[in-house]
């Protein structure tokens, strides 16, 4: 079993007990973290460990990402038709790039964001994909780029009608092959939901057996809600209610799914939200890109709603997802105070709690027993430094260091910022080759 030791480090252990150990040190034994203690201590008990020292920097769990979307990563640099609202954006752009994907288009696509993960410290992503061309193993594919790559995934498939019932059925397949072989993966780091798009582009028929198939593996929806005004005005206009109700009436809600955006949502989709404990991810910077408002996330916390952050694919630096987030609640109440806590939980509690329930084991927080997901910040505390303090040196300092080691479940991803599970060059070069075919075929859609 590997035995890593790292030293002298400033150790942020967050969670229940959130320490702050300066010349602390965290022992790693296979996946989990062994001990948690002062340097010289665990130097002395385990003078055989393999060391990695910290030197005064941040030492504290990587981050996780609690919505992404891989197959966006080849619209950098691609030229499209601007859209004047939401839905001209998902038409003129990502309806199309997700129908001119590849199979192998999908694999560059994932590791892309996968290895930036890595750099920027995040070790957990929750995706949600969609490749209308190449459904059938194109989760499998990318469960093989998580595998080598040594992050924690989440997968899913964006199952929508959009492409016809056929292709909603080919959705579901691939969903169900997916729910079971992450059933299989003992590995502890690979996770299925079941995707949804939204609820604008998923007829009844194809939600009842999006919920029965829920039921059948114990599992969750990952979908968008209300994430422009259409949503709820396509909800109204068919079913008579409003998006949250009829997912709720579905049985598509509770403590395993997860509501991406819910931006146009009333007091009482709330409620609703509440009460069925499910889970809301919040996406700042890609909802001010996209122009659709923002989110009431202060009232859905106090209301007692989990609300996680996610990035929409975006980044995969949550560092820069934080930070952008407390900005959009100061600007959006008009009050410099707004938002700070809040913003901090959700990026460290409670991405920890949804990544905790999700993959069965503690995640997000150093202590005995949990995953051994650690990054080195570095970020050397320059002022006072404590318990109460915490968040406002991640939020300030940590998110404008570079990262420059990252351990997921007790594997050195990178080290000294050198990347040890993937080849960056190499992926570059081969999404360079792929990309100029993929942009035609967007081109001709
Ligand atoms: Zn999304």
Known sequence: ????????????????????????????????????????????????????????RVVMPGFICAHHHFYSTLCCGLSSKPGANFVEVLENLWWKLDRALSLEDCVVSAQIPILRAIRSGTTTIFDHHASPNAIGGSLHAIADVVRESGIRASLCYEITDRNGLDGADAGIAESRAFLEEAKADKSGRLHALVGLHAAMTIGQSTLDKCVELIREFDSGFHVHVAEGLADQEDSQAKYGMRVVERLAKAGALGPKTMAIHCIHVDDREIDLLRETNTTVVHNPQSNMNNAVGAARIIDMIQKGIRVGLGTDGMTSDMREEVRNGLWLRHHEHKDPRVGFVELATMLLMNNAAIASDAFGQTIGSLEVGAAADVIISDHIPFTPIEPGNVLGHIVFGVTAAPIDTTIAAGKVLMQNKELKTMDAEKICAEAEKLAPATWERFAAL
Request: some cysteine; hydrophobic content about 45%.
């Open 1 to 56: 079993m590997n035995k890593i030791l790292i030293t002298h480090g400033t150790v942020l252990t967050l969670g229940k007990d959130n320490r702050v150990l300066k010349d602390g040190a965290v022992l790693i034994c296979g996946d989990k973290i062994a001990a948690i203690d002062a340097t010289d201590t665990l130097l002395a008990a385990h003078p055989d460990a393999e060391r990695i020292d910290a030197r005064g």
